[in-house]
């Protein structure tokens, strides 16, 4: 299917979205107030603070097993402290897109697409620090935003959607291209459409249209090339939409892989099993910090 059709086609959904939310202005403000030279930590605090459903959220989520605090962090100032002005951003961005996705549970349940976007994000960041990215935490961000015109098509097209997974029960497939067939685009478009309305940066933008194609990437191969790796090893590793996607695929022969060894050659001494086992031991972690997030606060 040509692709200026499908981009055609997400836009016209896309604008069909009557109540399609925005972003939190929350989340744009600690990135932009993050990046200010000279922040007070004070000010980041009172920021998070002045949203009651975001500070929990935040205290929930560095509590979790994933951050990994040696005593209960019980104040949004001490959180900040613990993690540091980056990692908070990591931490108030997640917290408050949370928000946006309430409520939309479609197809795919909420929480298992947090499960995978959380998954996509955390791996995301440690293939960045293995291949030296210069900025792992930007990893993480587009890593967890990379599939938000998955759940918008599981929600805002459910008699679509469904018939998709009904005619490949017991068969491998990749969501993406049974997109193309039922719904006339994927996910890819949608969520590009999605993330420019949200004002998302270029770079956020380009990951998200081609994270399944990252030799297609213009402005930043390695990033797409460190997401649609990631993407691969939690569709093989618990999660995966709850069982929605049926993958496999080898290593060496993903173009994403060749452009990631093209930017850091020490790549090619990696050990894969190893690294395999030691991502599936982060997935316990992922679901406790989804689960514990969605307990008692809005959900």
């Known amino acids: 299917m040509e692709k200026a059709a499908m981009m055609q086609t997400a836009q016209e959904m896309v604008e069909s979205f009557v109540d399609l939310p925005t972003i939190p202005q929350v989340a744009t403000r600690v990135i932009e107030l993050l990046d ?3 922040v007070e930590l004070d000010e980041v605090a009172d920021m998070i603070l002045a949203d009651q459903v975001l500070a929990a959220r935040v205290i929930k989520m560095v509590n979790s097993p994933l951050y990994k ?5 019980k104040s949004v100032k001490r959180a900040l402290i613990y993690l540091g002005f980056r990692h908070i951003r990591e931490l108030a961005f997640t917290c408050s897109f949370v928000d946006v996705f309430q409520g939309r549970d479609g197809i795919l349940d909420i929480k298992s697409f ?3 976007s959380f998954g996509v994000g955390v791996v995301s960041k440690i293939i960045a620090q293995r291949v030296r ?6 990893a993480y961000l587009v890593g967890i ?6 759940v918008f098509l599981s929600f805002y097209r459910q008699d679509a959607f469904r018939s998709l ?3 490949v029960q017991g068969q491998p497939f990749r969501l993406v291209q049974k997109e193309a067939e039922f719904l006339g685009t994927s996910h890819n478009e949608v969520g590009l459409c999605i993330a420019r309305k949200w004002n998302f940066p270029a770079d956020y933008c380009e990951v998200i249209a081609l994270h399944h194609a990252p030799d297609e990437a213009v402005l930043d191969p390695t990033l797409c090339a460190i997401v649609n790796i990631a993407d691969l090893f939690c569709s093989v590793c618990q999660l995966d939409y709850g069982g929605h996607s049926w993958v496999s695929f080898n290593l060496a022969e993903e173009k994403a892989w060749s452009i990631l060894k093209g930017y850091a050659p020490n790549l090619a001494d990696l050990d894969v099993e190893r690294f395999c086992y030691e991502l599936e031991d982060r997935v316990p972690e992922i679901q406790d910090m989804v689960k514990s997030i969605f307990q008692g606060i809005g959900a």
């Not at 605090?69 to 962090?73: D, L, S, Y």
């Not at 935003?145 to 998955?150: F, K, L, S, T, Y």
Request: glycine content about 8%; proline content about 12%; aromatic content about 8%.
């Open 133 to 138: 990215y210069p900025d792992t935490e930007k």
């Open 36 to 38: 200010k030279p000279g």
């Open 145 to 150: 935003v990379h599939d938000i015109g998955e």
């Open 69 to 73: 605090p040696a005593h209960e962090i």
């Open 165 to 167: 997974l009904d005619s």
């Open 114 to 116: 947090w499960e995978h």
